[in-house]
């Protein structure tokens, strides 16, 4: 009745998984203290629901907005004295792997925590502040591909402001706007940086002599043909202003590639399952979760509204109907929300359904396993193979 394909890389990578054996191993080692996650440990409400029953709380949202005694975000006014406040040298805080800012860190160190025994920041995202050292060390003005609101690109860009300038661009459009900038030799044209890029560029930031050389980096869960193609525009953008030797000035996606090869063979492995046919693909991951919308974004590109953004098996519905998370527009503080969605296209189509079923890097397998479950749970059991059979079948295929 289903046949299901599955890529043959998806779900947790290695600093998920180092974070989360962090967290486990904190908790059962030191069961008369406080434990503390800095903010959220991965963008999957499941894993951090467990742990939130075994007694790690948080410090802040995964926007940093601090947390009250009470356990509730602090609200404009609000009186309520927070978790930050309470803190004692004997607490024990976790660094989550998207990593932490300076500014973290050092309300940390004068309360008198230990930081590093229980930094479980992931050793790709390292590898990206590392890169951003060494370029701003050589004179260029760092330019980070990422979300502003991002933890990832938040700890990047406070990283980066100690060696580098620096400048956060979302998106092709953002880099755009941008390259207008560079080749532009109006005084008023250039001064149009410091409206669009607010909030997103490093104090002091000087648009006539910060963007003379640049280098790339990027938040690691986003797609990597979108950071080269921002890396080839930029380069055409100093080529416009500088001539042949303009390239020359545009660092990034070489020597120094920052793009985690976990997110990206996630994304390789599922543009190859994509080259067959389908009738429907589900793509498991937390609302918040970066990577796993860029998975989806690739689904959605060949199956429309028959690609489903979902957190568990609770949201298929029925045979009928599945909830569809969708993501807030680019460049909007907009928060996402879900759609009932048909399942696939019609319950009188012939069988087999043929279904893909992937899930982002904060995806445990066992989640997809309980989605194929509640599929199979609509079609009459005679219909469907045995385990056994499958794997023999398998086995003989090798």
């Given at each position: 009745?289903?046949?299901?394909?599955?890529?043959?890389?998806?779900?947790?990578?290695?600093?998920?998984?180092?974070?989360?054996?962090?967290?486990?191993?904190t908790?059962?080692?030191?069961?008369?203290?406080?434990?503390?996650?800095?903010?959220?440990?991965?963008?999957?409400?499941?894993?951090?629901?467990?742990?939130?029953?075994?007694?790690?709380?948080?410090?802040?949202?995964?926007k940093?907005?601090?947390?009250?005694?009470?356990?509730?975000?602090?609200?404009?006014?609000?009186?309520?004295?927070?978790?930050?406040?309470?803190?004692?040298?004997?607490?024990i805080?976790?660094?989550?792997?998207f990593?932490?800012?300076?500014?973290?860190?050092?309300?940390?160190?004068?309360?008198?925590?230990?930081?590093?025994?229980?930094?479980?920041?992931?050793?790709?995202?390292?590898?990206?502040?590392?890169?951003?050292?060494?370029?701003?060390r050589?004179?260029?003005t760092?330019?980070?591909?990422?979300?502003?609101?991002?933890?990832?690109t938040?700890?990047?860009?406070?990283?980066?402001?100690?060696?580098?300038?620096?400048?956060?661009?979302?998106?092709?459009?953002?880099?755009?706007?941008?390259?207008?900038?560079?080749?532009?030799?109006?005084?008023?044209?250039?001064?149009?940086?410091y409206?669009?890029?607010?909030?997103?560029?490093?104090?002091?930031?000087?648009?006539?002599?910060?963007?003379?050389?640049?280098?790339?980096?990027n938040q690691?869960?986003?797609?990597?043909?979108?950071?080269?193609a921002?890396?080839?525009?930029?380069?055409?953008?100093?080529?416009?202003?500088?001539?042949?030797?303009?390239?020359?000035?545009?660092?990034?996606?070489?020597?120094?590639?920052?793009?985690?090869?976990?997110?990206?063979v996630?994304?390789?492995?599922?543009g190859?399952?994509?080259?067959?046919?389908?009738?429907?693909?589900?793509?498991?991951?937390?609302?918040?979760?970066?990577n796993?919308?860029?998975?989806?974004?690739?689904?959605a590109e060949?199956?429309?509204?028959?690609?489903?953004?979902?957190?568990?098996?609770?949201?298929?519905n029925?045979?009928?109907?599945?909830?569809?998370?969708?993501?807030?527009?680019?460049?909007?503080?907009?928060?996402?929300?879900?759609?009932?969605?048909?399942?696939?296209?019609?319950?009188?189509?012939?069988?087999?359904?043929?279904i893909?079923?992937?899930?982002?890097a904060?995806?445990?397998?066992?989640?997809?396993?309980?989605?194929?479950?509640?599929?199979?749970?609509?079609?009459d059991?005679?219909?469907?193979?045995?385990?056994?059979?499958v794997?023999a079948?398998?086995?003989?295929?090798?």
């Amino acid at each position: 009745a289903v046949e299901y394909l599955i890529p043959s890389h998806f779900g947790f990578c290695l600093g998920v998984k180092n974070a989360i054996e962090r967290a486990y191993e904190t908790l059962a080692a030191n069961p008369g203290r406080r434990v503390f996650m800095l903010s959220e440990l991965i963008h999957n409400p499941f894993v951090n629901e467990d742990l939130y029953r075994r007694g790690l709380r948080y410090l802040q949202t995964d926007k940093g907005v601090p947390f009250t005694v009470a356990g509730t975000p602090l609200k404009p006014g609000d009186p309520t004295k927070l978790t930050w406040d309470t803190l004692t040298p004997d607490d024990i805080v976790i660094i989550p792997a998207f990593g932490a800012t300076d500014e973290d860190k050092a309300k940390l160190v004068r309360k008198g925590i230990a930081v590093y025994p229980y930094d479980a920041t992931c050793m790709l995202v390292e590898k990206v502040w590392k890169a951003a050292r060494s370029y701003g060390r050589e004179g260029y003005t760092v330019i980070i591909h990422g979300k502003v609101e991002h933890e990832e690109t938040k700890a990047t860009f406070s990283n980066t402001q100690r060696n580098a300038p620096a400048v956060i661009v979302r998106n092709l459009a953002e880099v755009e706007e941008l390259a207008k900038i560079i080749t532009s030799t109006d005084p008023v044209e250039r001064q149009r940086f410091y409206q669009l890029f607010a909030g997103k560029h490093t104090d002091g930031f000087d648009v006539n002599t910060d963007l003379e050389r640049i280098a790339v980096v990027n938040q690691t869960t986003l797609l990597m043909n979108e950071t080269l193609a921002i890396i080839e525009r930029l380069r055409l953008a100093f080529t416009t202003r500088f001539g042949a030797d303009g390239a020359a000035r545009v660092g990034g996606g070489g020597r120094r590639d920052t793009l985690c090869y976990a997110t990206q063979v996630n994304q390789d492995a599922l543009g190859r399952a994509l080259e067959a046919p389908l009738h429907a693909a589900f793509v498991i991951g937390g609302v918040n979760s970066s990577n796993t919308y860029q998975l989806y974004r690739l689904c959605a590109e060949k199956l429309g509204n028959f690609a489903y953004f979902i957190q568990s098996e609770r949201n298929i519905n029925s045979i009928a109907s599945c909830e569809h998370f969708v993501f807030p527009a680019q460049g909007t503080k907009a928060a996402g929300h879900t759609e009932n969605r048909p399942l696939w296209p019609g319950n009188d189509a012939p069988l087999p359904r043929r279904i893909l079923i992937t899930g982002g890097a904060s995806c445990p397998d066992g989640l997809i396993q309980q989605v194929i479950a509640r599929i199979n749970g609509f079609f009459d059991p005679a219909t469907l193979r045995s385990i056994d059979d499958v794997v023999a079948d398998l086995e003989r295929d090798l």
